[in-house]
């Protein structure tokens, strides 16, 4: 156990220091790499659920279906359009720092610096993702963002670190969503705002279409009541969820058109498989959602100003 705890500060201290030399030096052409041991797994034959991912979901290929129907730069649901929407929640101010959690490959992260001109770090599991947002920063000049590959649940930014965490269909990913609910919570300043997009699964019964699905992509969907008491349990104040199903699917109806357009165009870059498998995929999920079993929703909530307590320890 000693050796454990030694271990951990150091990695704590050593990422820290990262995190400082990166602001000092403000370098956006020079990349890090912190390396950190962690248990092997067996997802599908992978060891990590990076590994699985970037040979599944987000595979170079994958990432090319997903910009197809959704536009460069962006691999949820709505492009563009629907990350401007939301962000309009957020009172964003170009004073502020915001965390994309799941950044993908930047698309949203360069438009909310356009639009709002605060600072951005954009992290996301998949390197292949990351790899992609890289590429396109050296494009985009004056913005005051980073992208870095790591996972949520190991990774350890300062406290306080954040004004805003912005998220984006990635928490049914992550089965422990506690634990990364936590470490948002403690990176958020008090009074930071938390914006939260997920799949989550309905009151009716499952069908197999749904458990082929969720095993298929390693997904772990929670009932929107149980994840809504999460936040809270986590310390989150003014928790508001909103189950927008009705608003994912007009967005996958869209991009099921395009899709099927795409499947017509001589100059695509995917093959005609790719593209009927697309379509498949698209339609499968929307299924899924008229059905009722799969649902998305909108959650936000905030940190708590500092408390009497809190600043009593700090006089101390």
């Known amino acids: 156990m000693p050796e454990t705890h030694e271990r951990q500060l150091s990695t704590s201290e050593d990422e820290t220091a990262l995190e400082s030399y990166y602001e000092i030096k403000n370098n956006n052409n020079q990349v890090c790499f912190l390396f950190s041991k ?9 060891k990590t659920l990076q590994d699985f991912l970037d040979h599944s979901e987000y ?32 009172n964003l101010t170009s004073s ?20 709002y001109g605060c600072e ?62 936590n470490n948002f919570y403690t990176w958020l300043k008090h009074d930071g705002r938390l914006l939260i997009t997920d799949f989550c699964c309905g009151n009716t019964p499952f069908s197999q279409d749904l ?15 149980e994840y809504a008491e999460l936040f809270e349990k986590c310390g989150f104040i003014e928790v508001h969820v909103e189950d927008r199903s009705d608003l994912y699917q007009q967005y996958c109806q869209n991009e099921i058109e395009i899709a099927e357009k795409n499947r017509m165009n001589p100059n695509s870059k995917l093959t005609r498989q790719e593209l009927d498998e697309c379509v498949r995929q698209w339609k499968l999920k929307y299924s899924l959602t008229n059905s009722g079993q799969r649902r998305w929703c909108i959650f936000e909530a905030l940190k ?3 408390s009497f307590y809190e600043d009593d320890n700090n006089e101390q």
């Open 120 to 181: 951005i770090v954009g992290v996301d599991i998949s390197a292949n993702m990351i790899g992609i947002a890289w590429d396109r920063a050296l494009s985009y000049k004056g913005h005051r963002i980073r992208f870095e590959v790591g996972d949520g649940r190991k990774m350890r930014f300062s406290p306080s670190k954040f004004d805003v965490i912005y998220s984006r269909d990635v928490m049914f990913h992550v089965s422990d969503k506690t634990a990364l609910l």
């Open 211 to 225: 458990i082929d699905y969720a095993r298929s992509g390693m997904y772990t969907m929670t009932p929107i009541q």
């Open 38 to 46: 962690t248990n092997l797994q067996n997802l599908h034959g992978y």
């Open 59 to 90: 595979a170079l290929k994958s990432i090319q279906k997903y910009e197809s129907v959704r536009g460069e730069g962006y691999v949820t649901i709505g492009g563009a359009e629907l990350t401007r929407e939301l962000t309009k929640r957020l």
């Open 304 to 306: 708590p100003s500092v």
């Open 96 to 115: 502020q720092r915001l965390l994309n959690f799941g950044s993908a490959t930047g698309g949203s992260s360069f438009q909310i610096s356009q639009d």
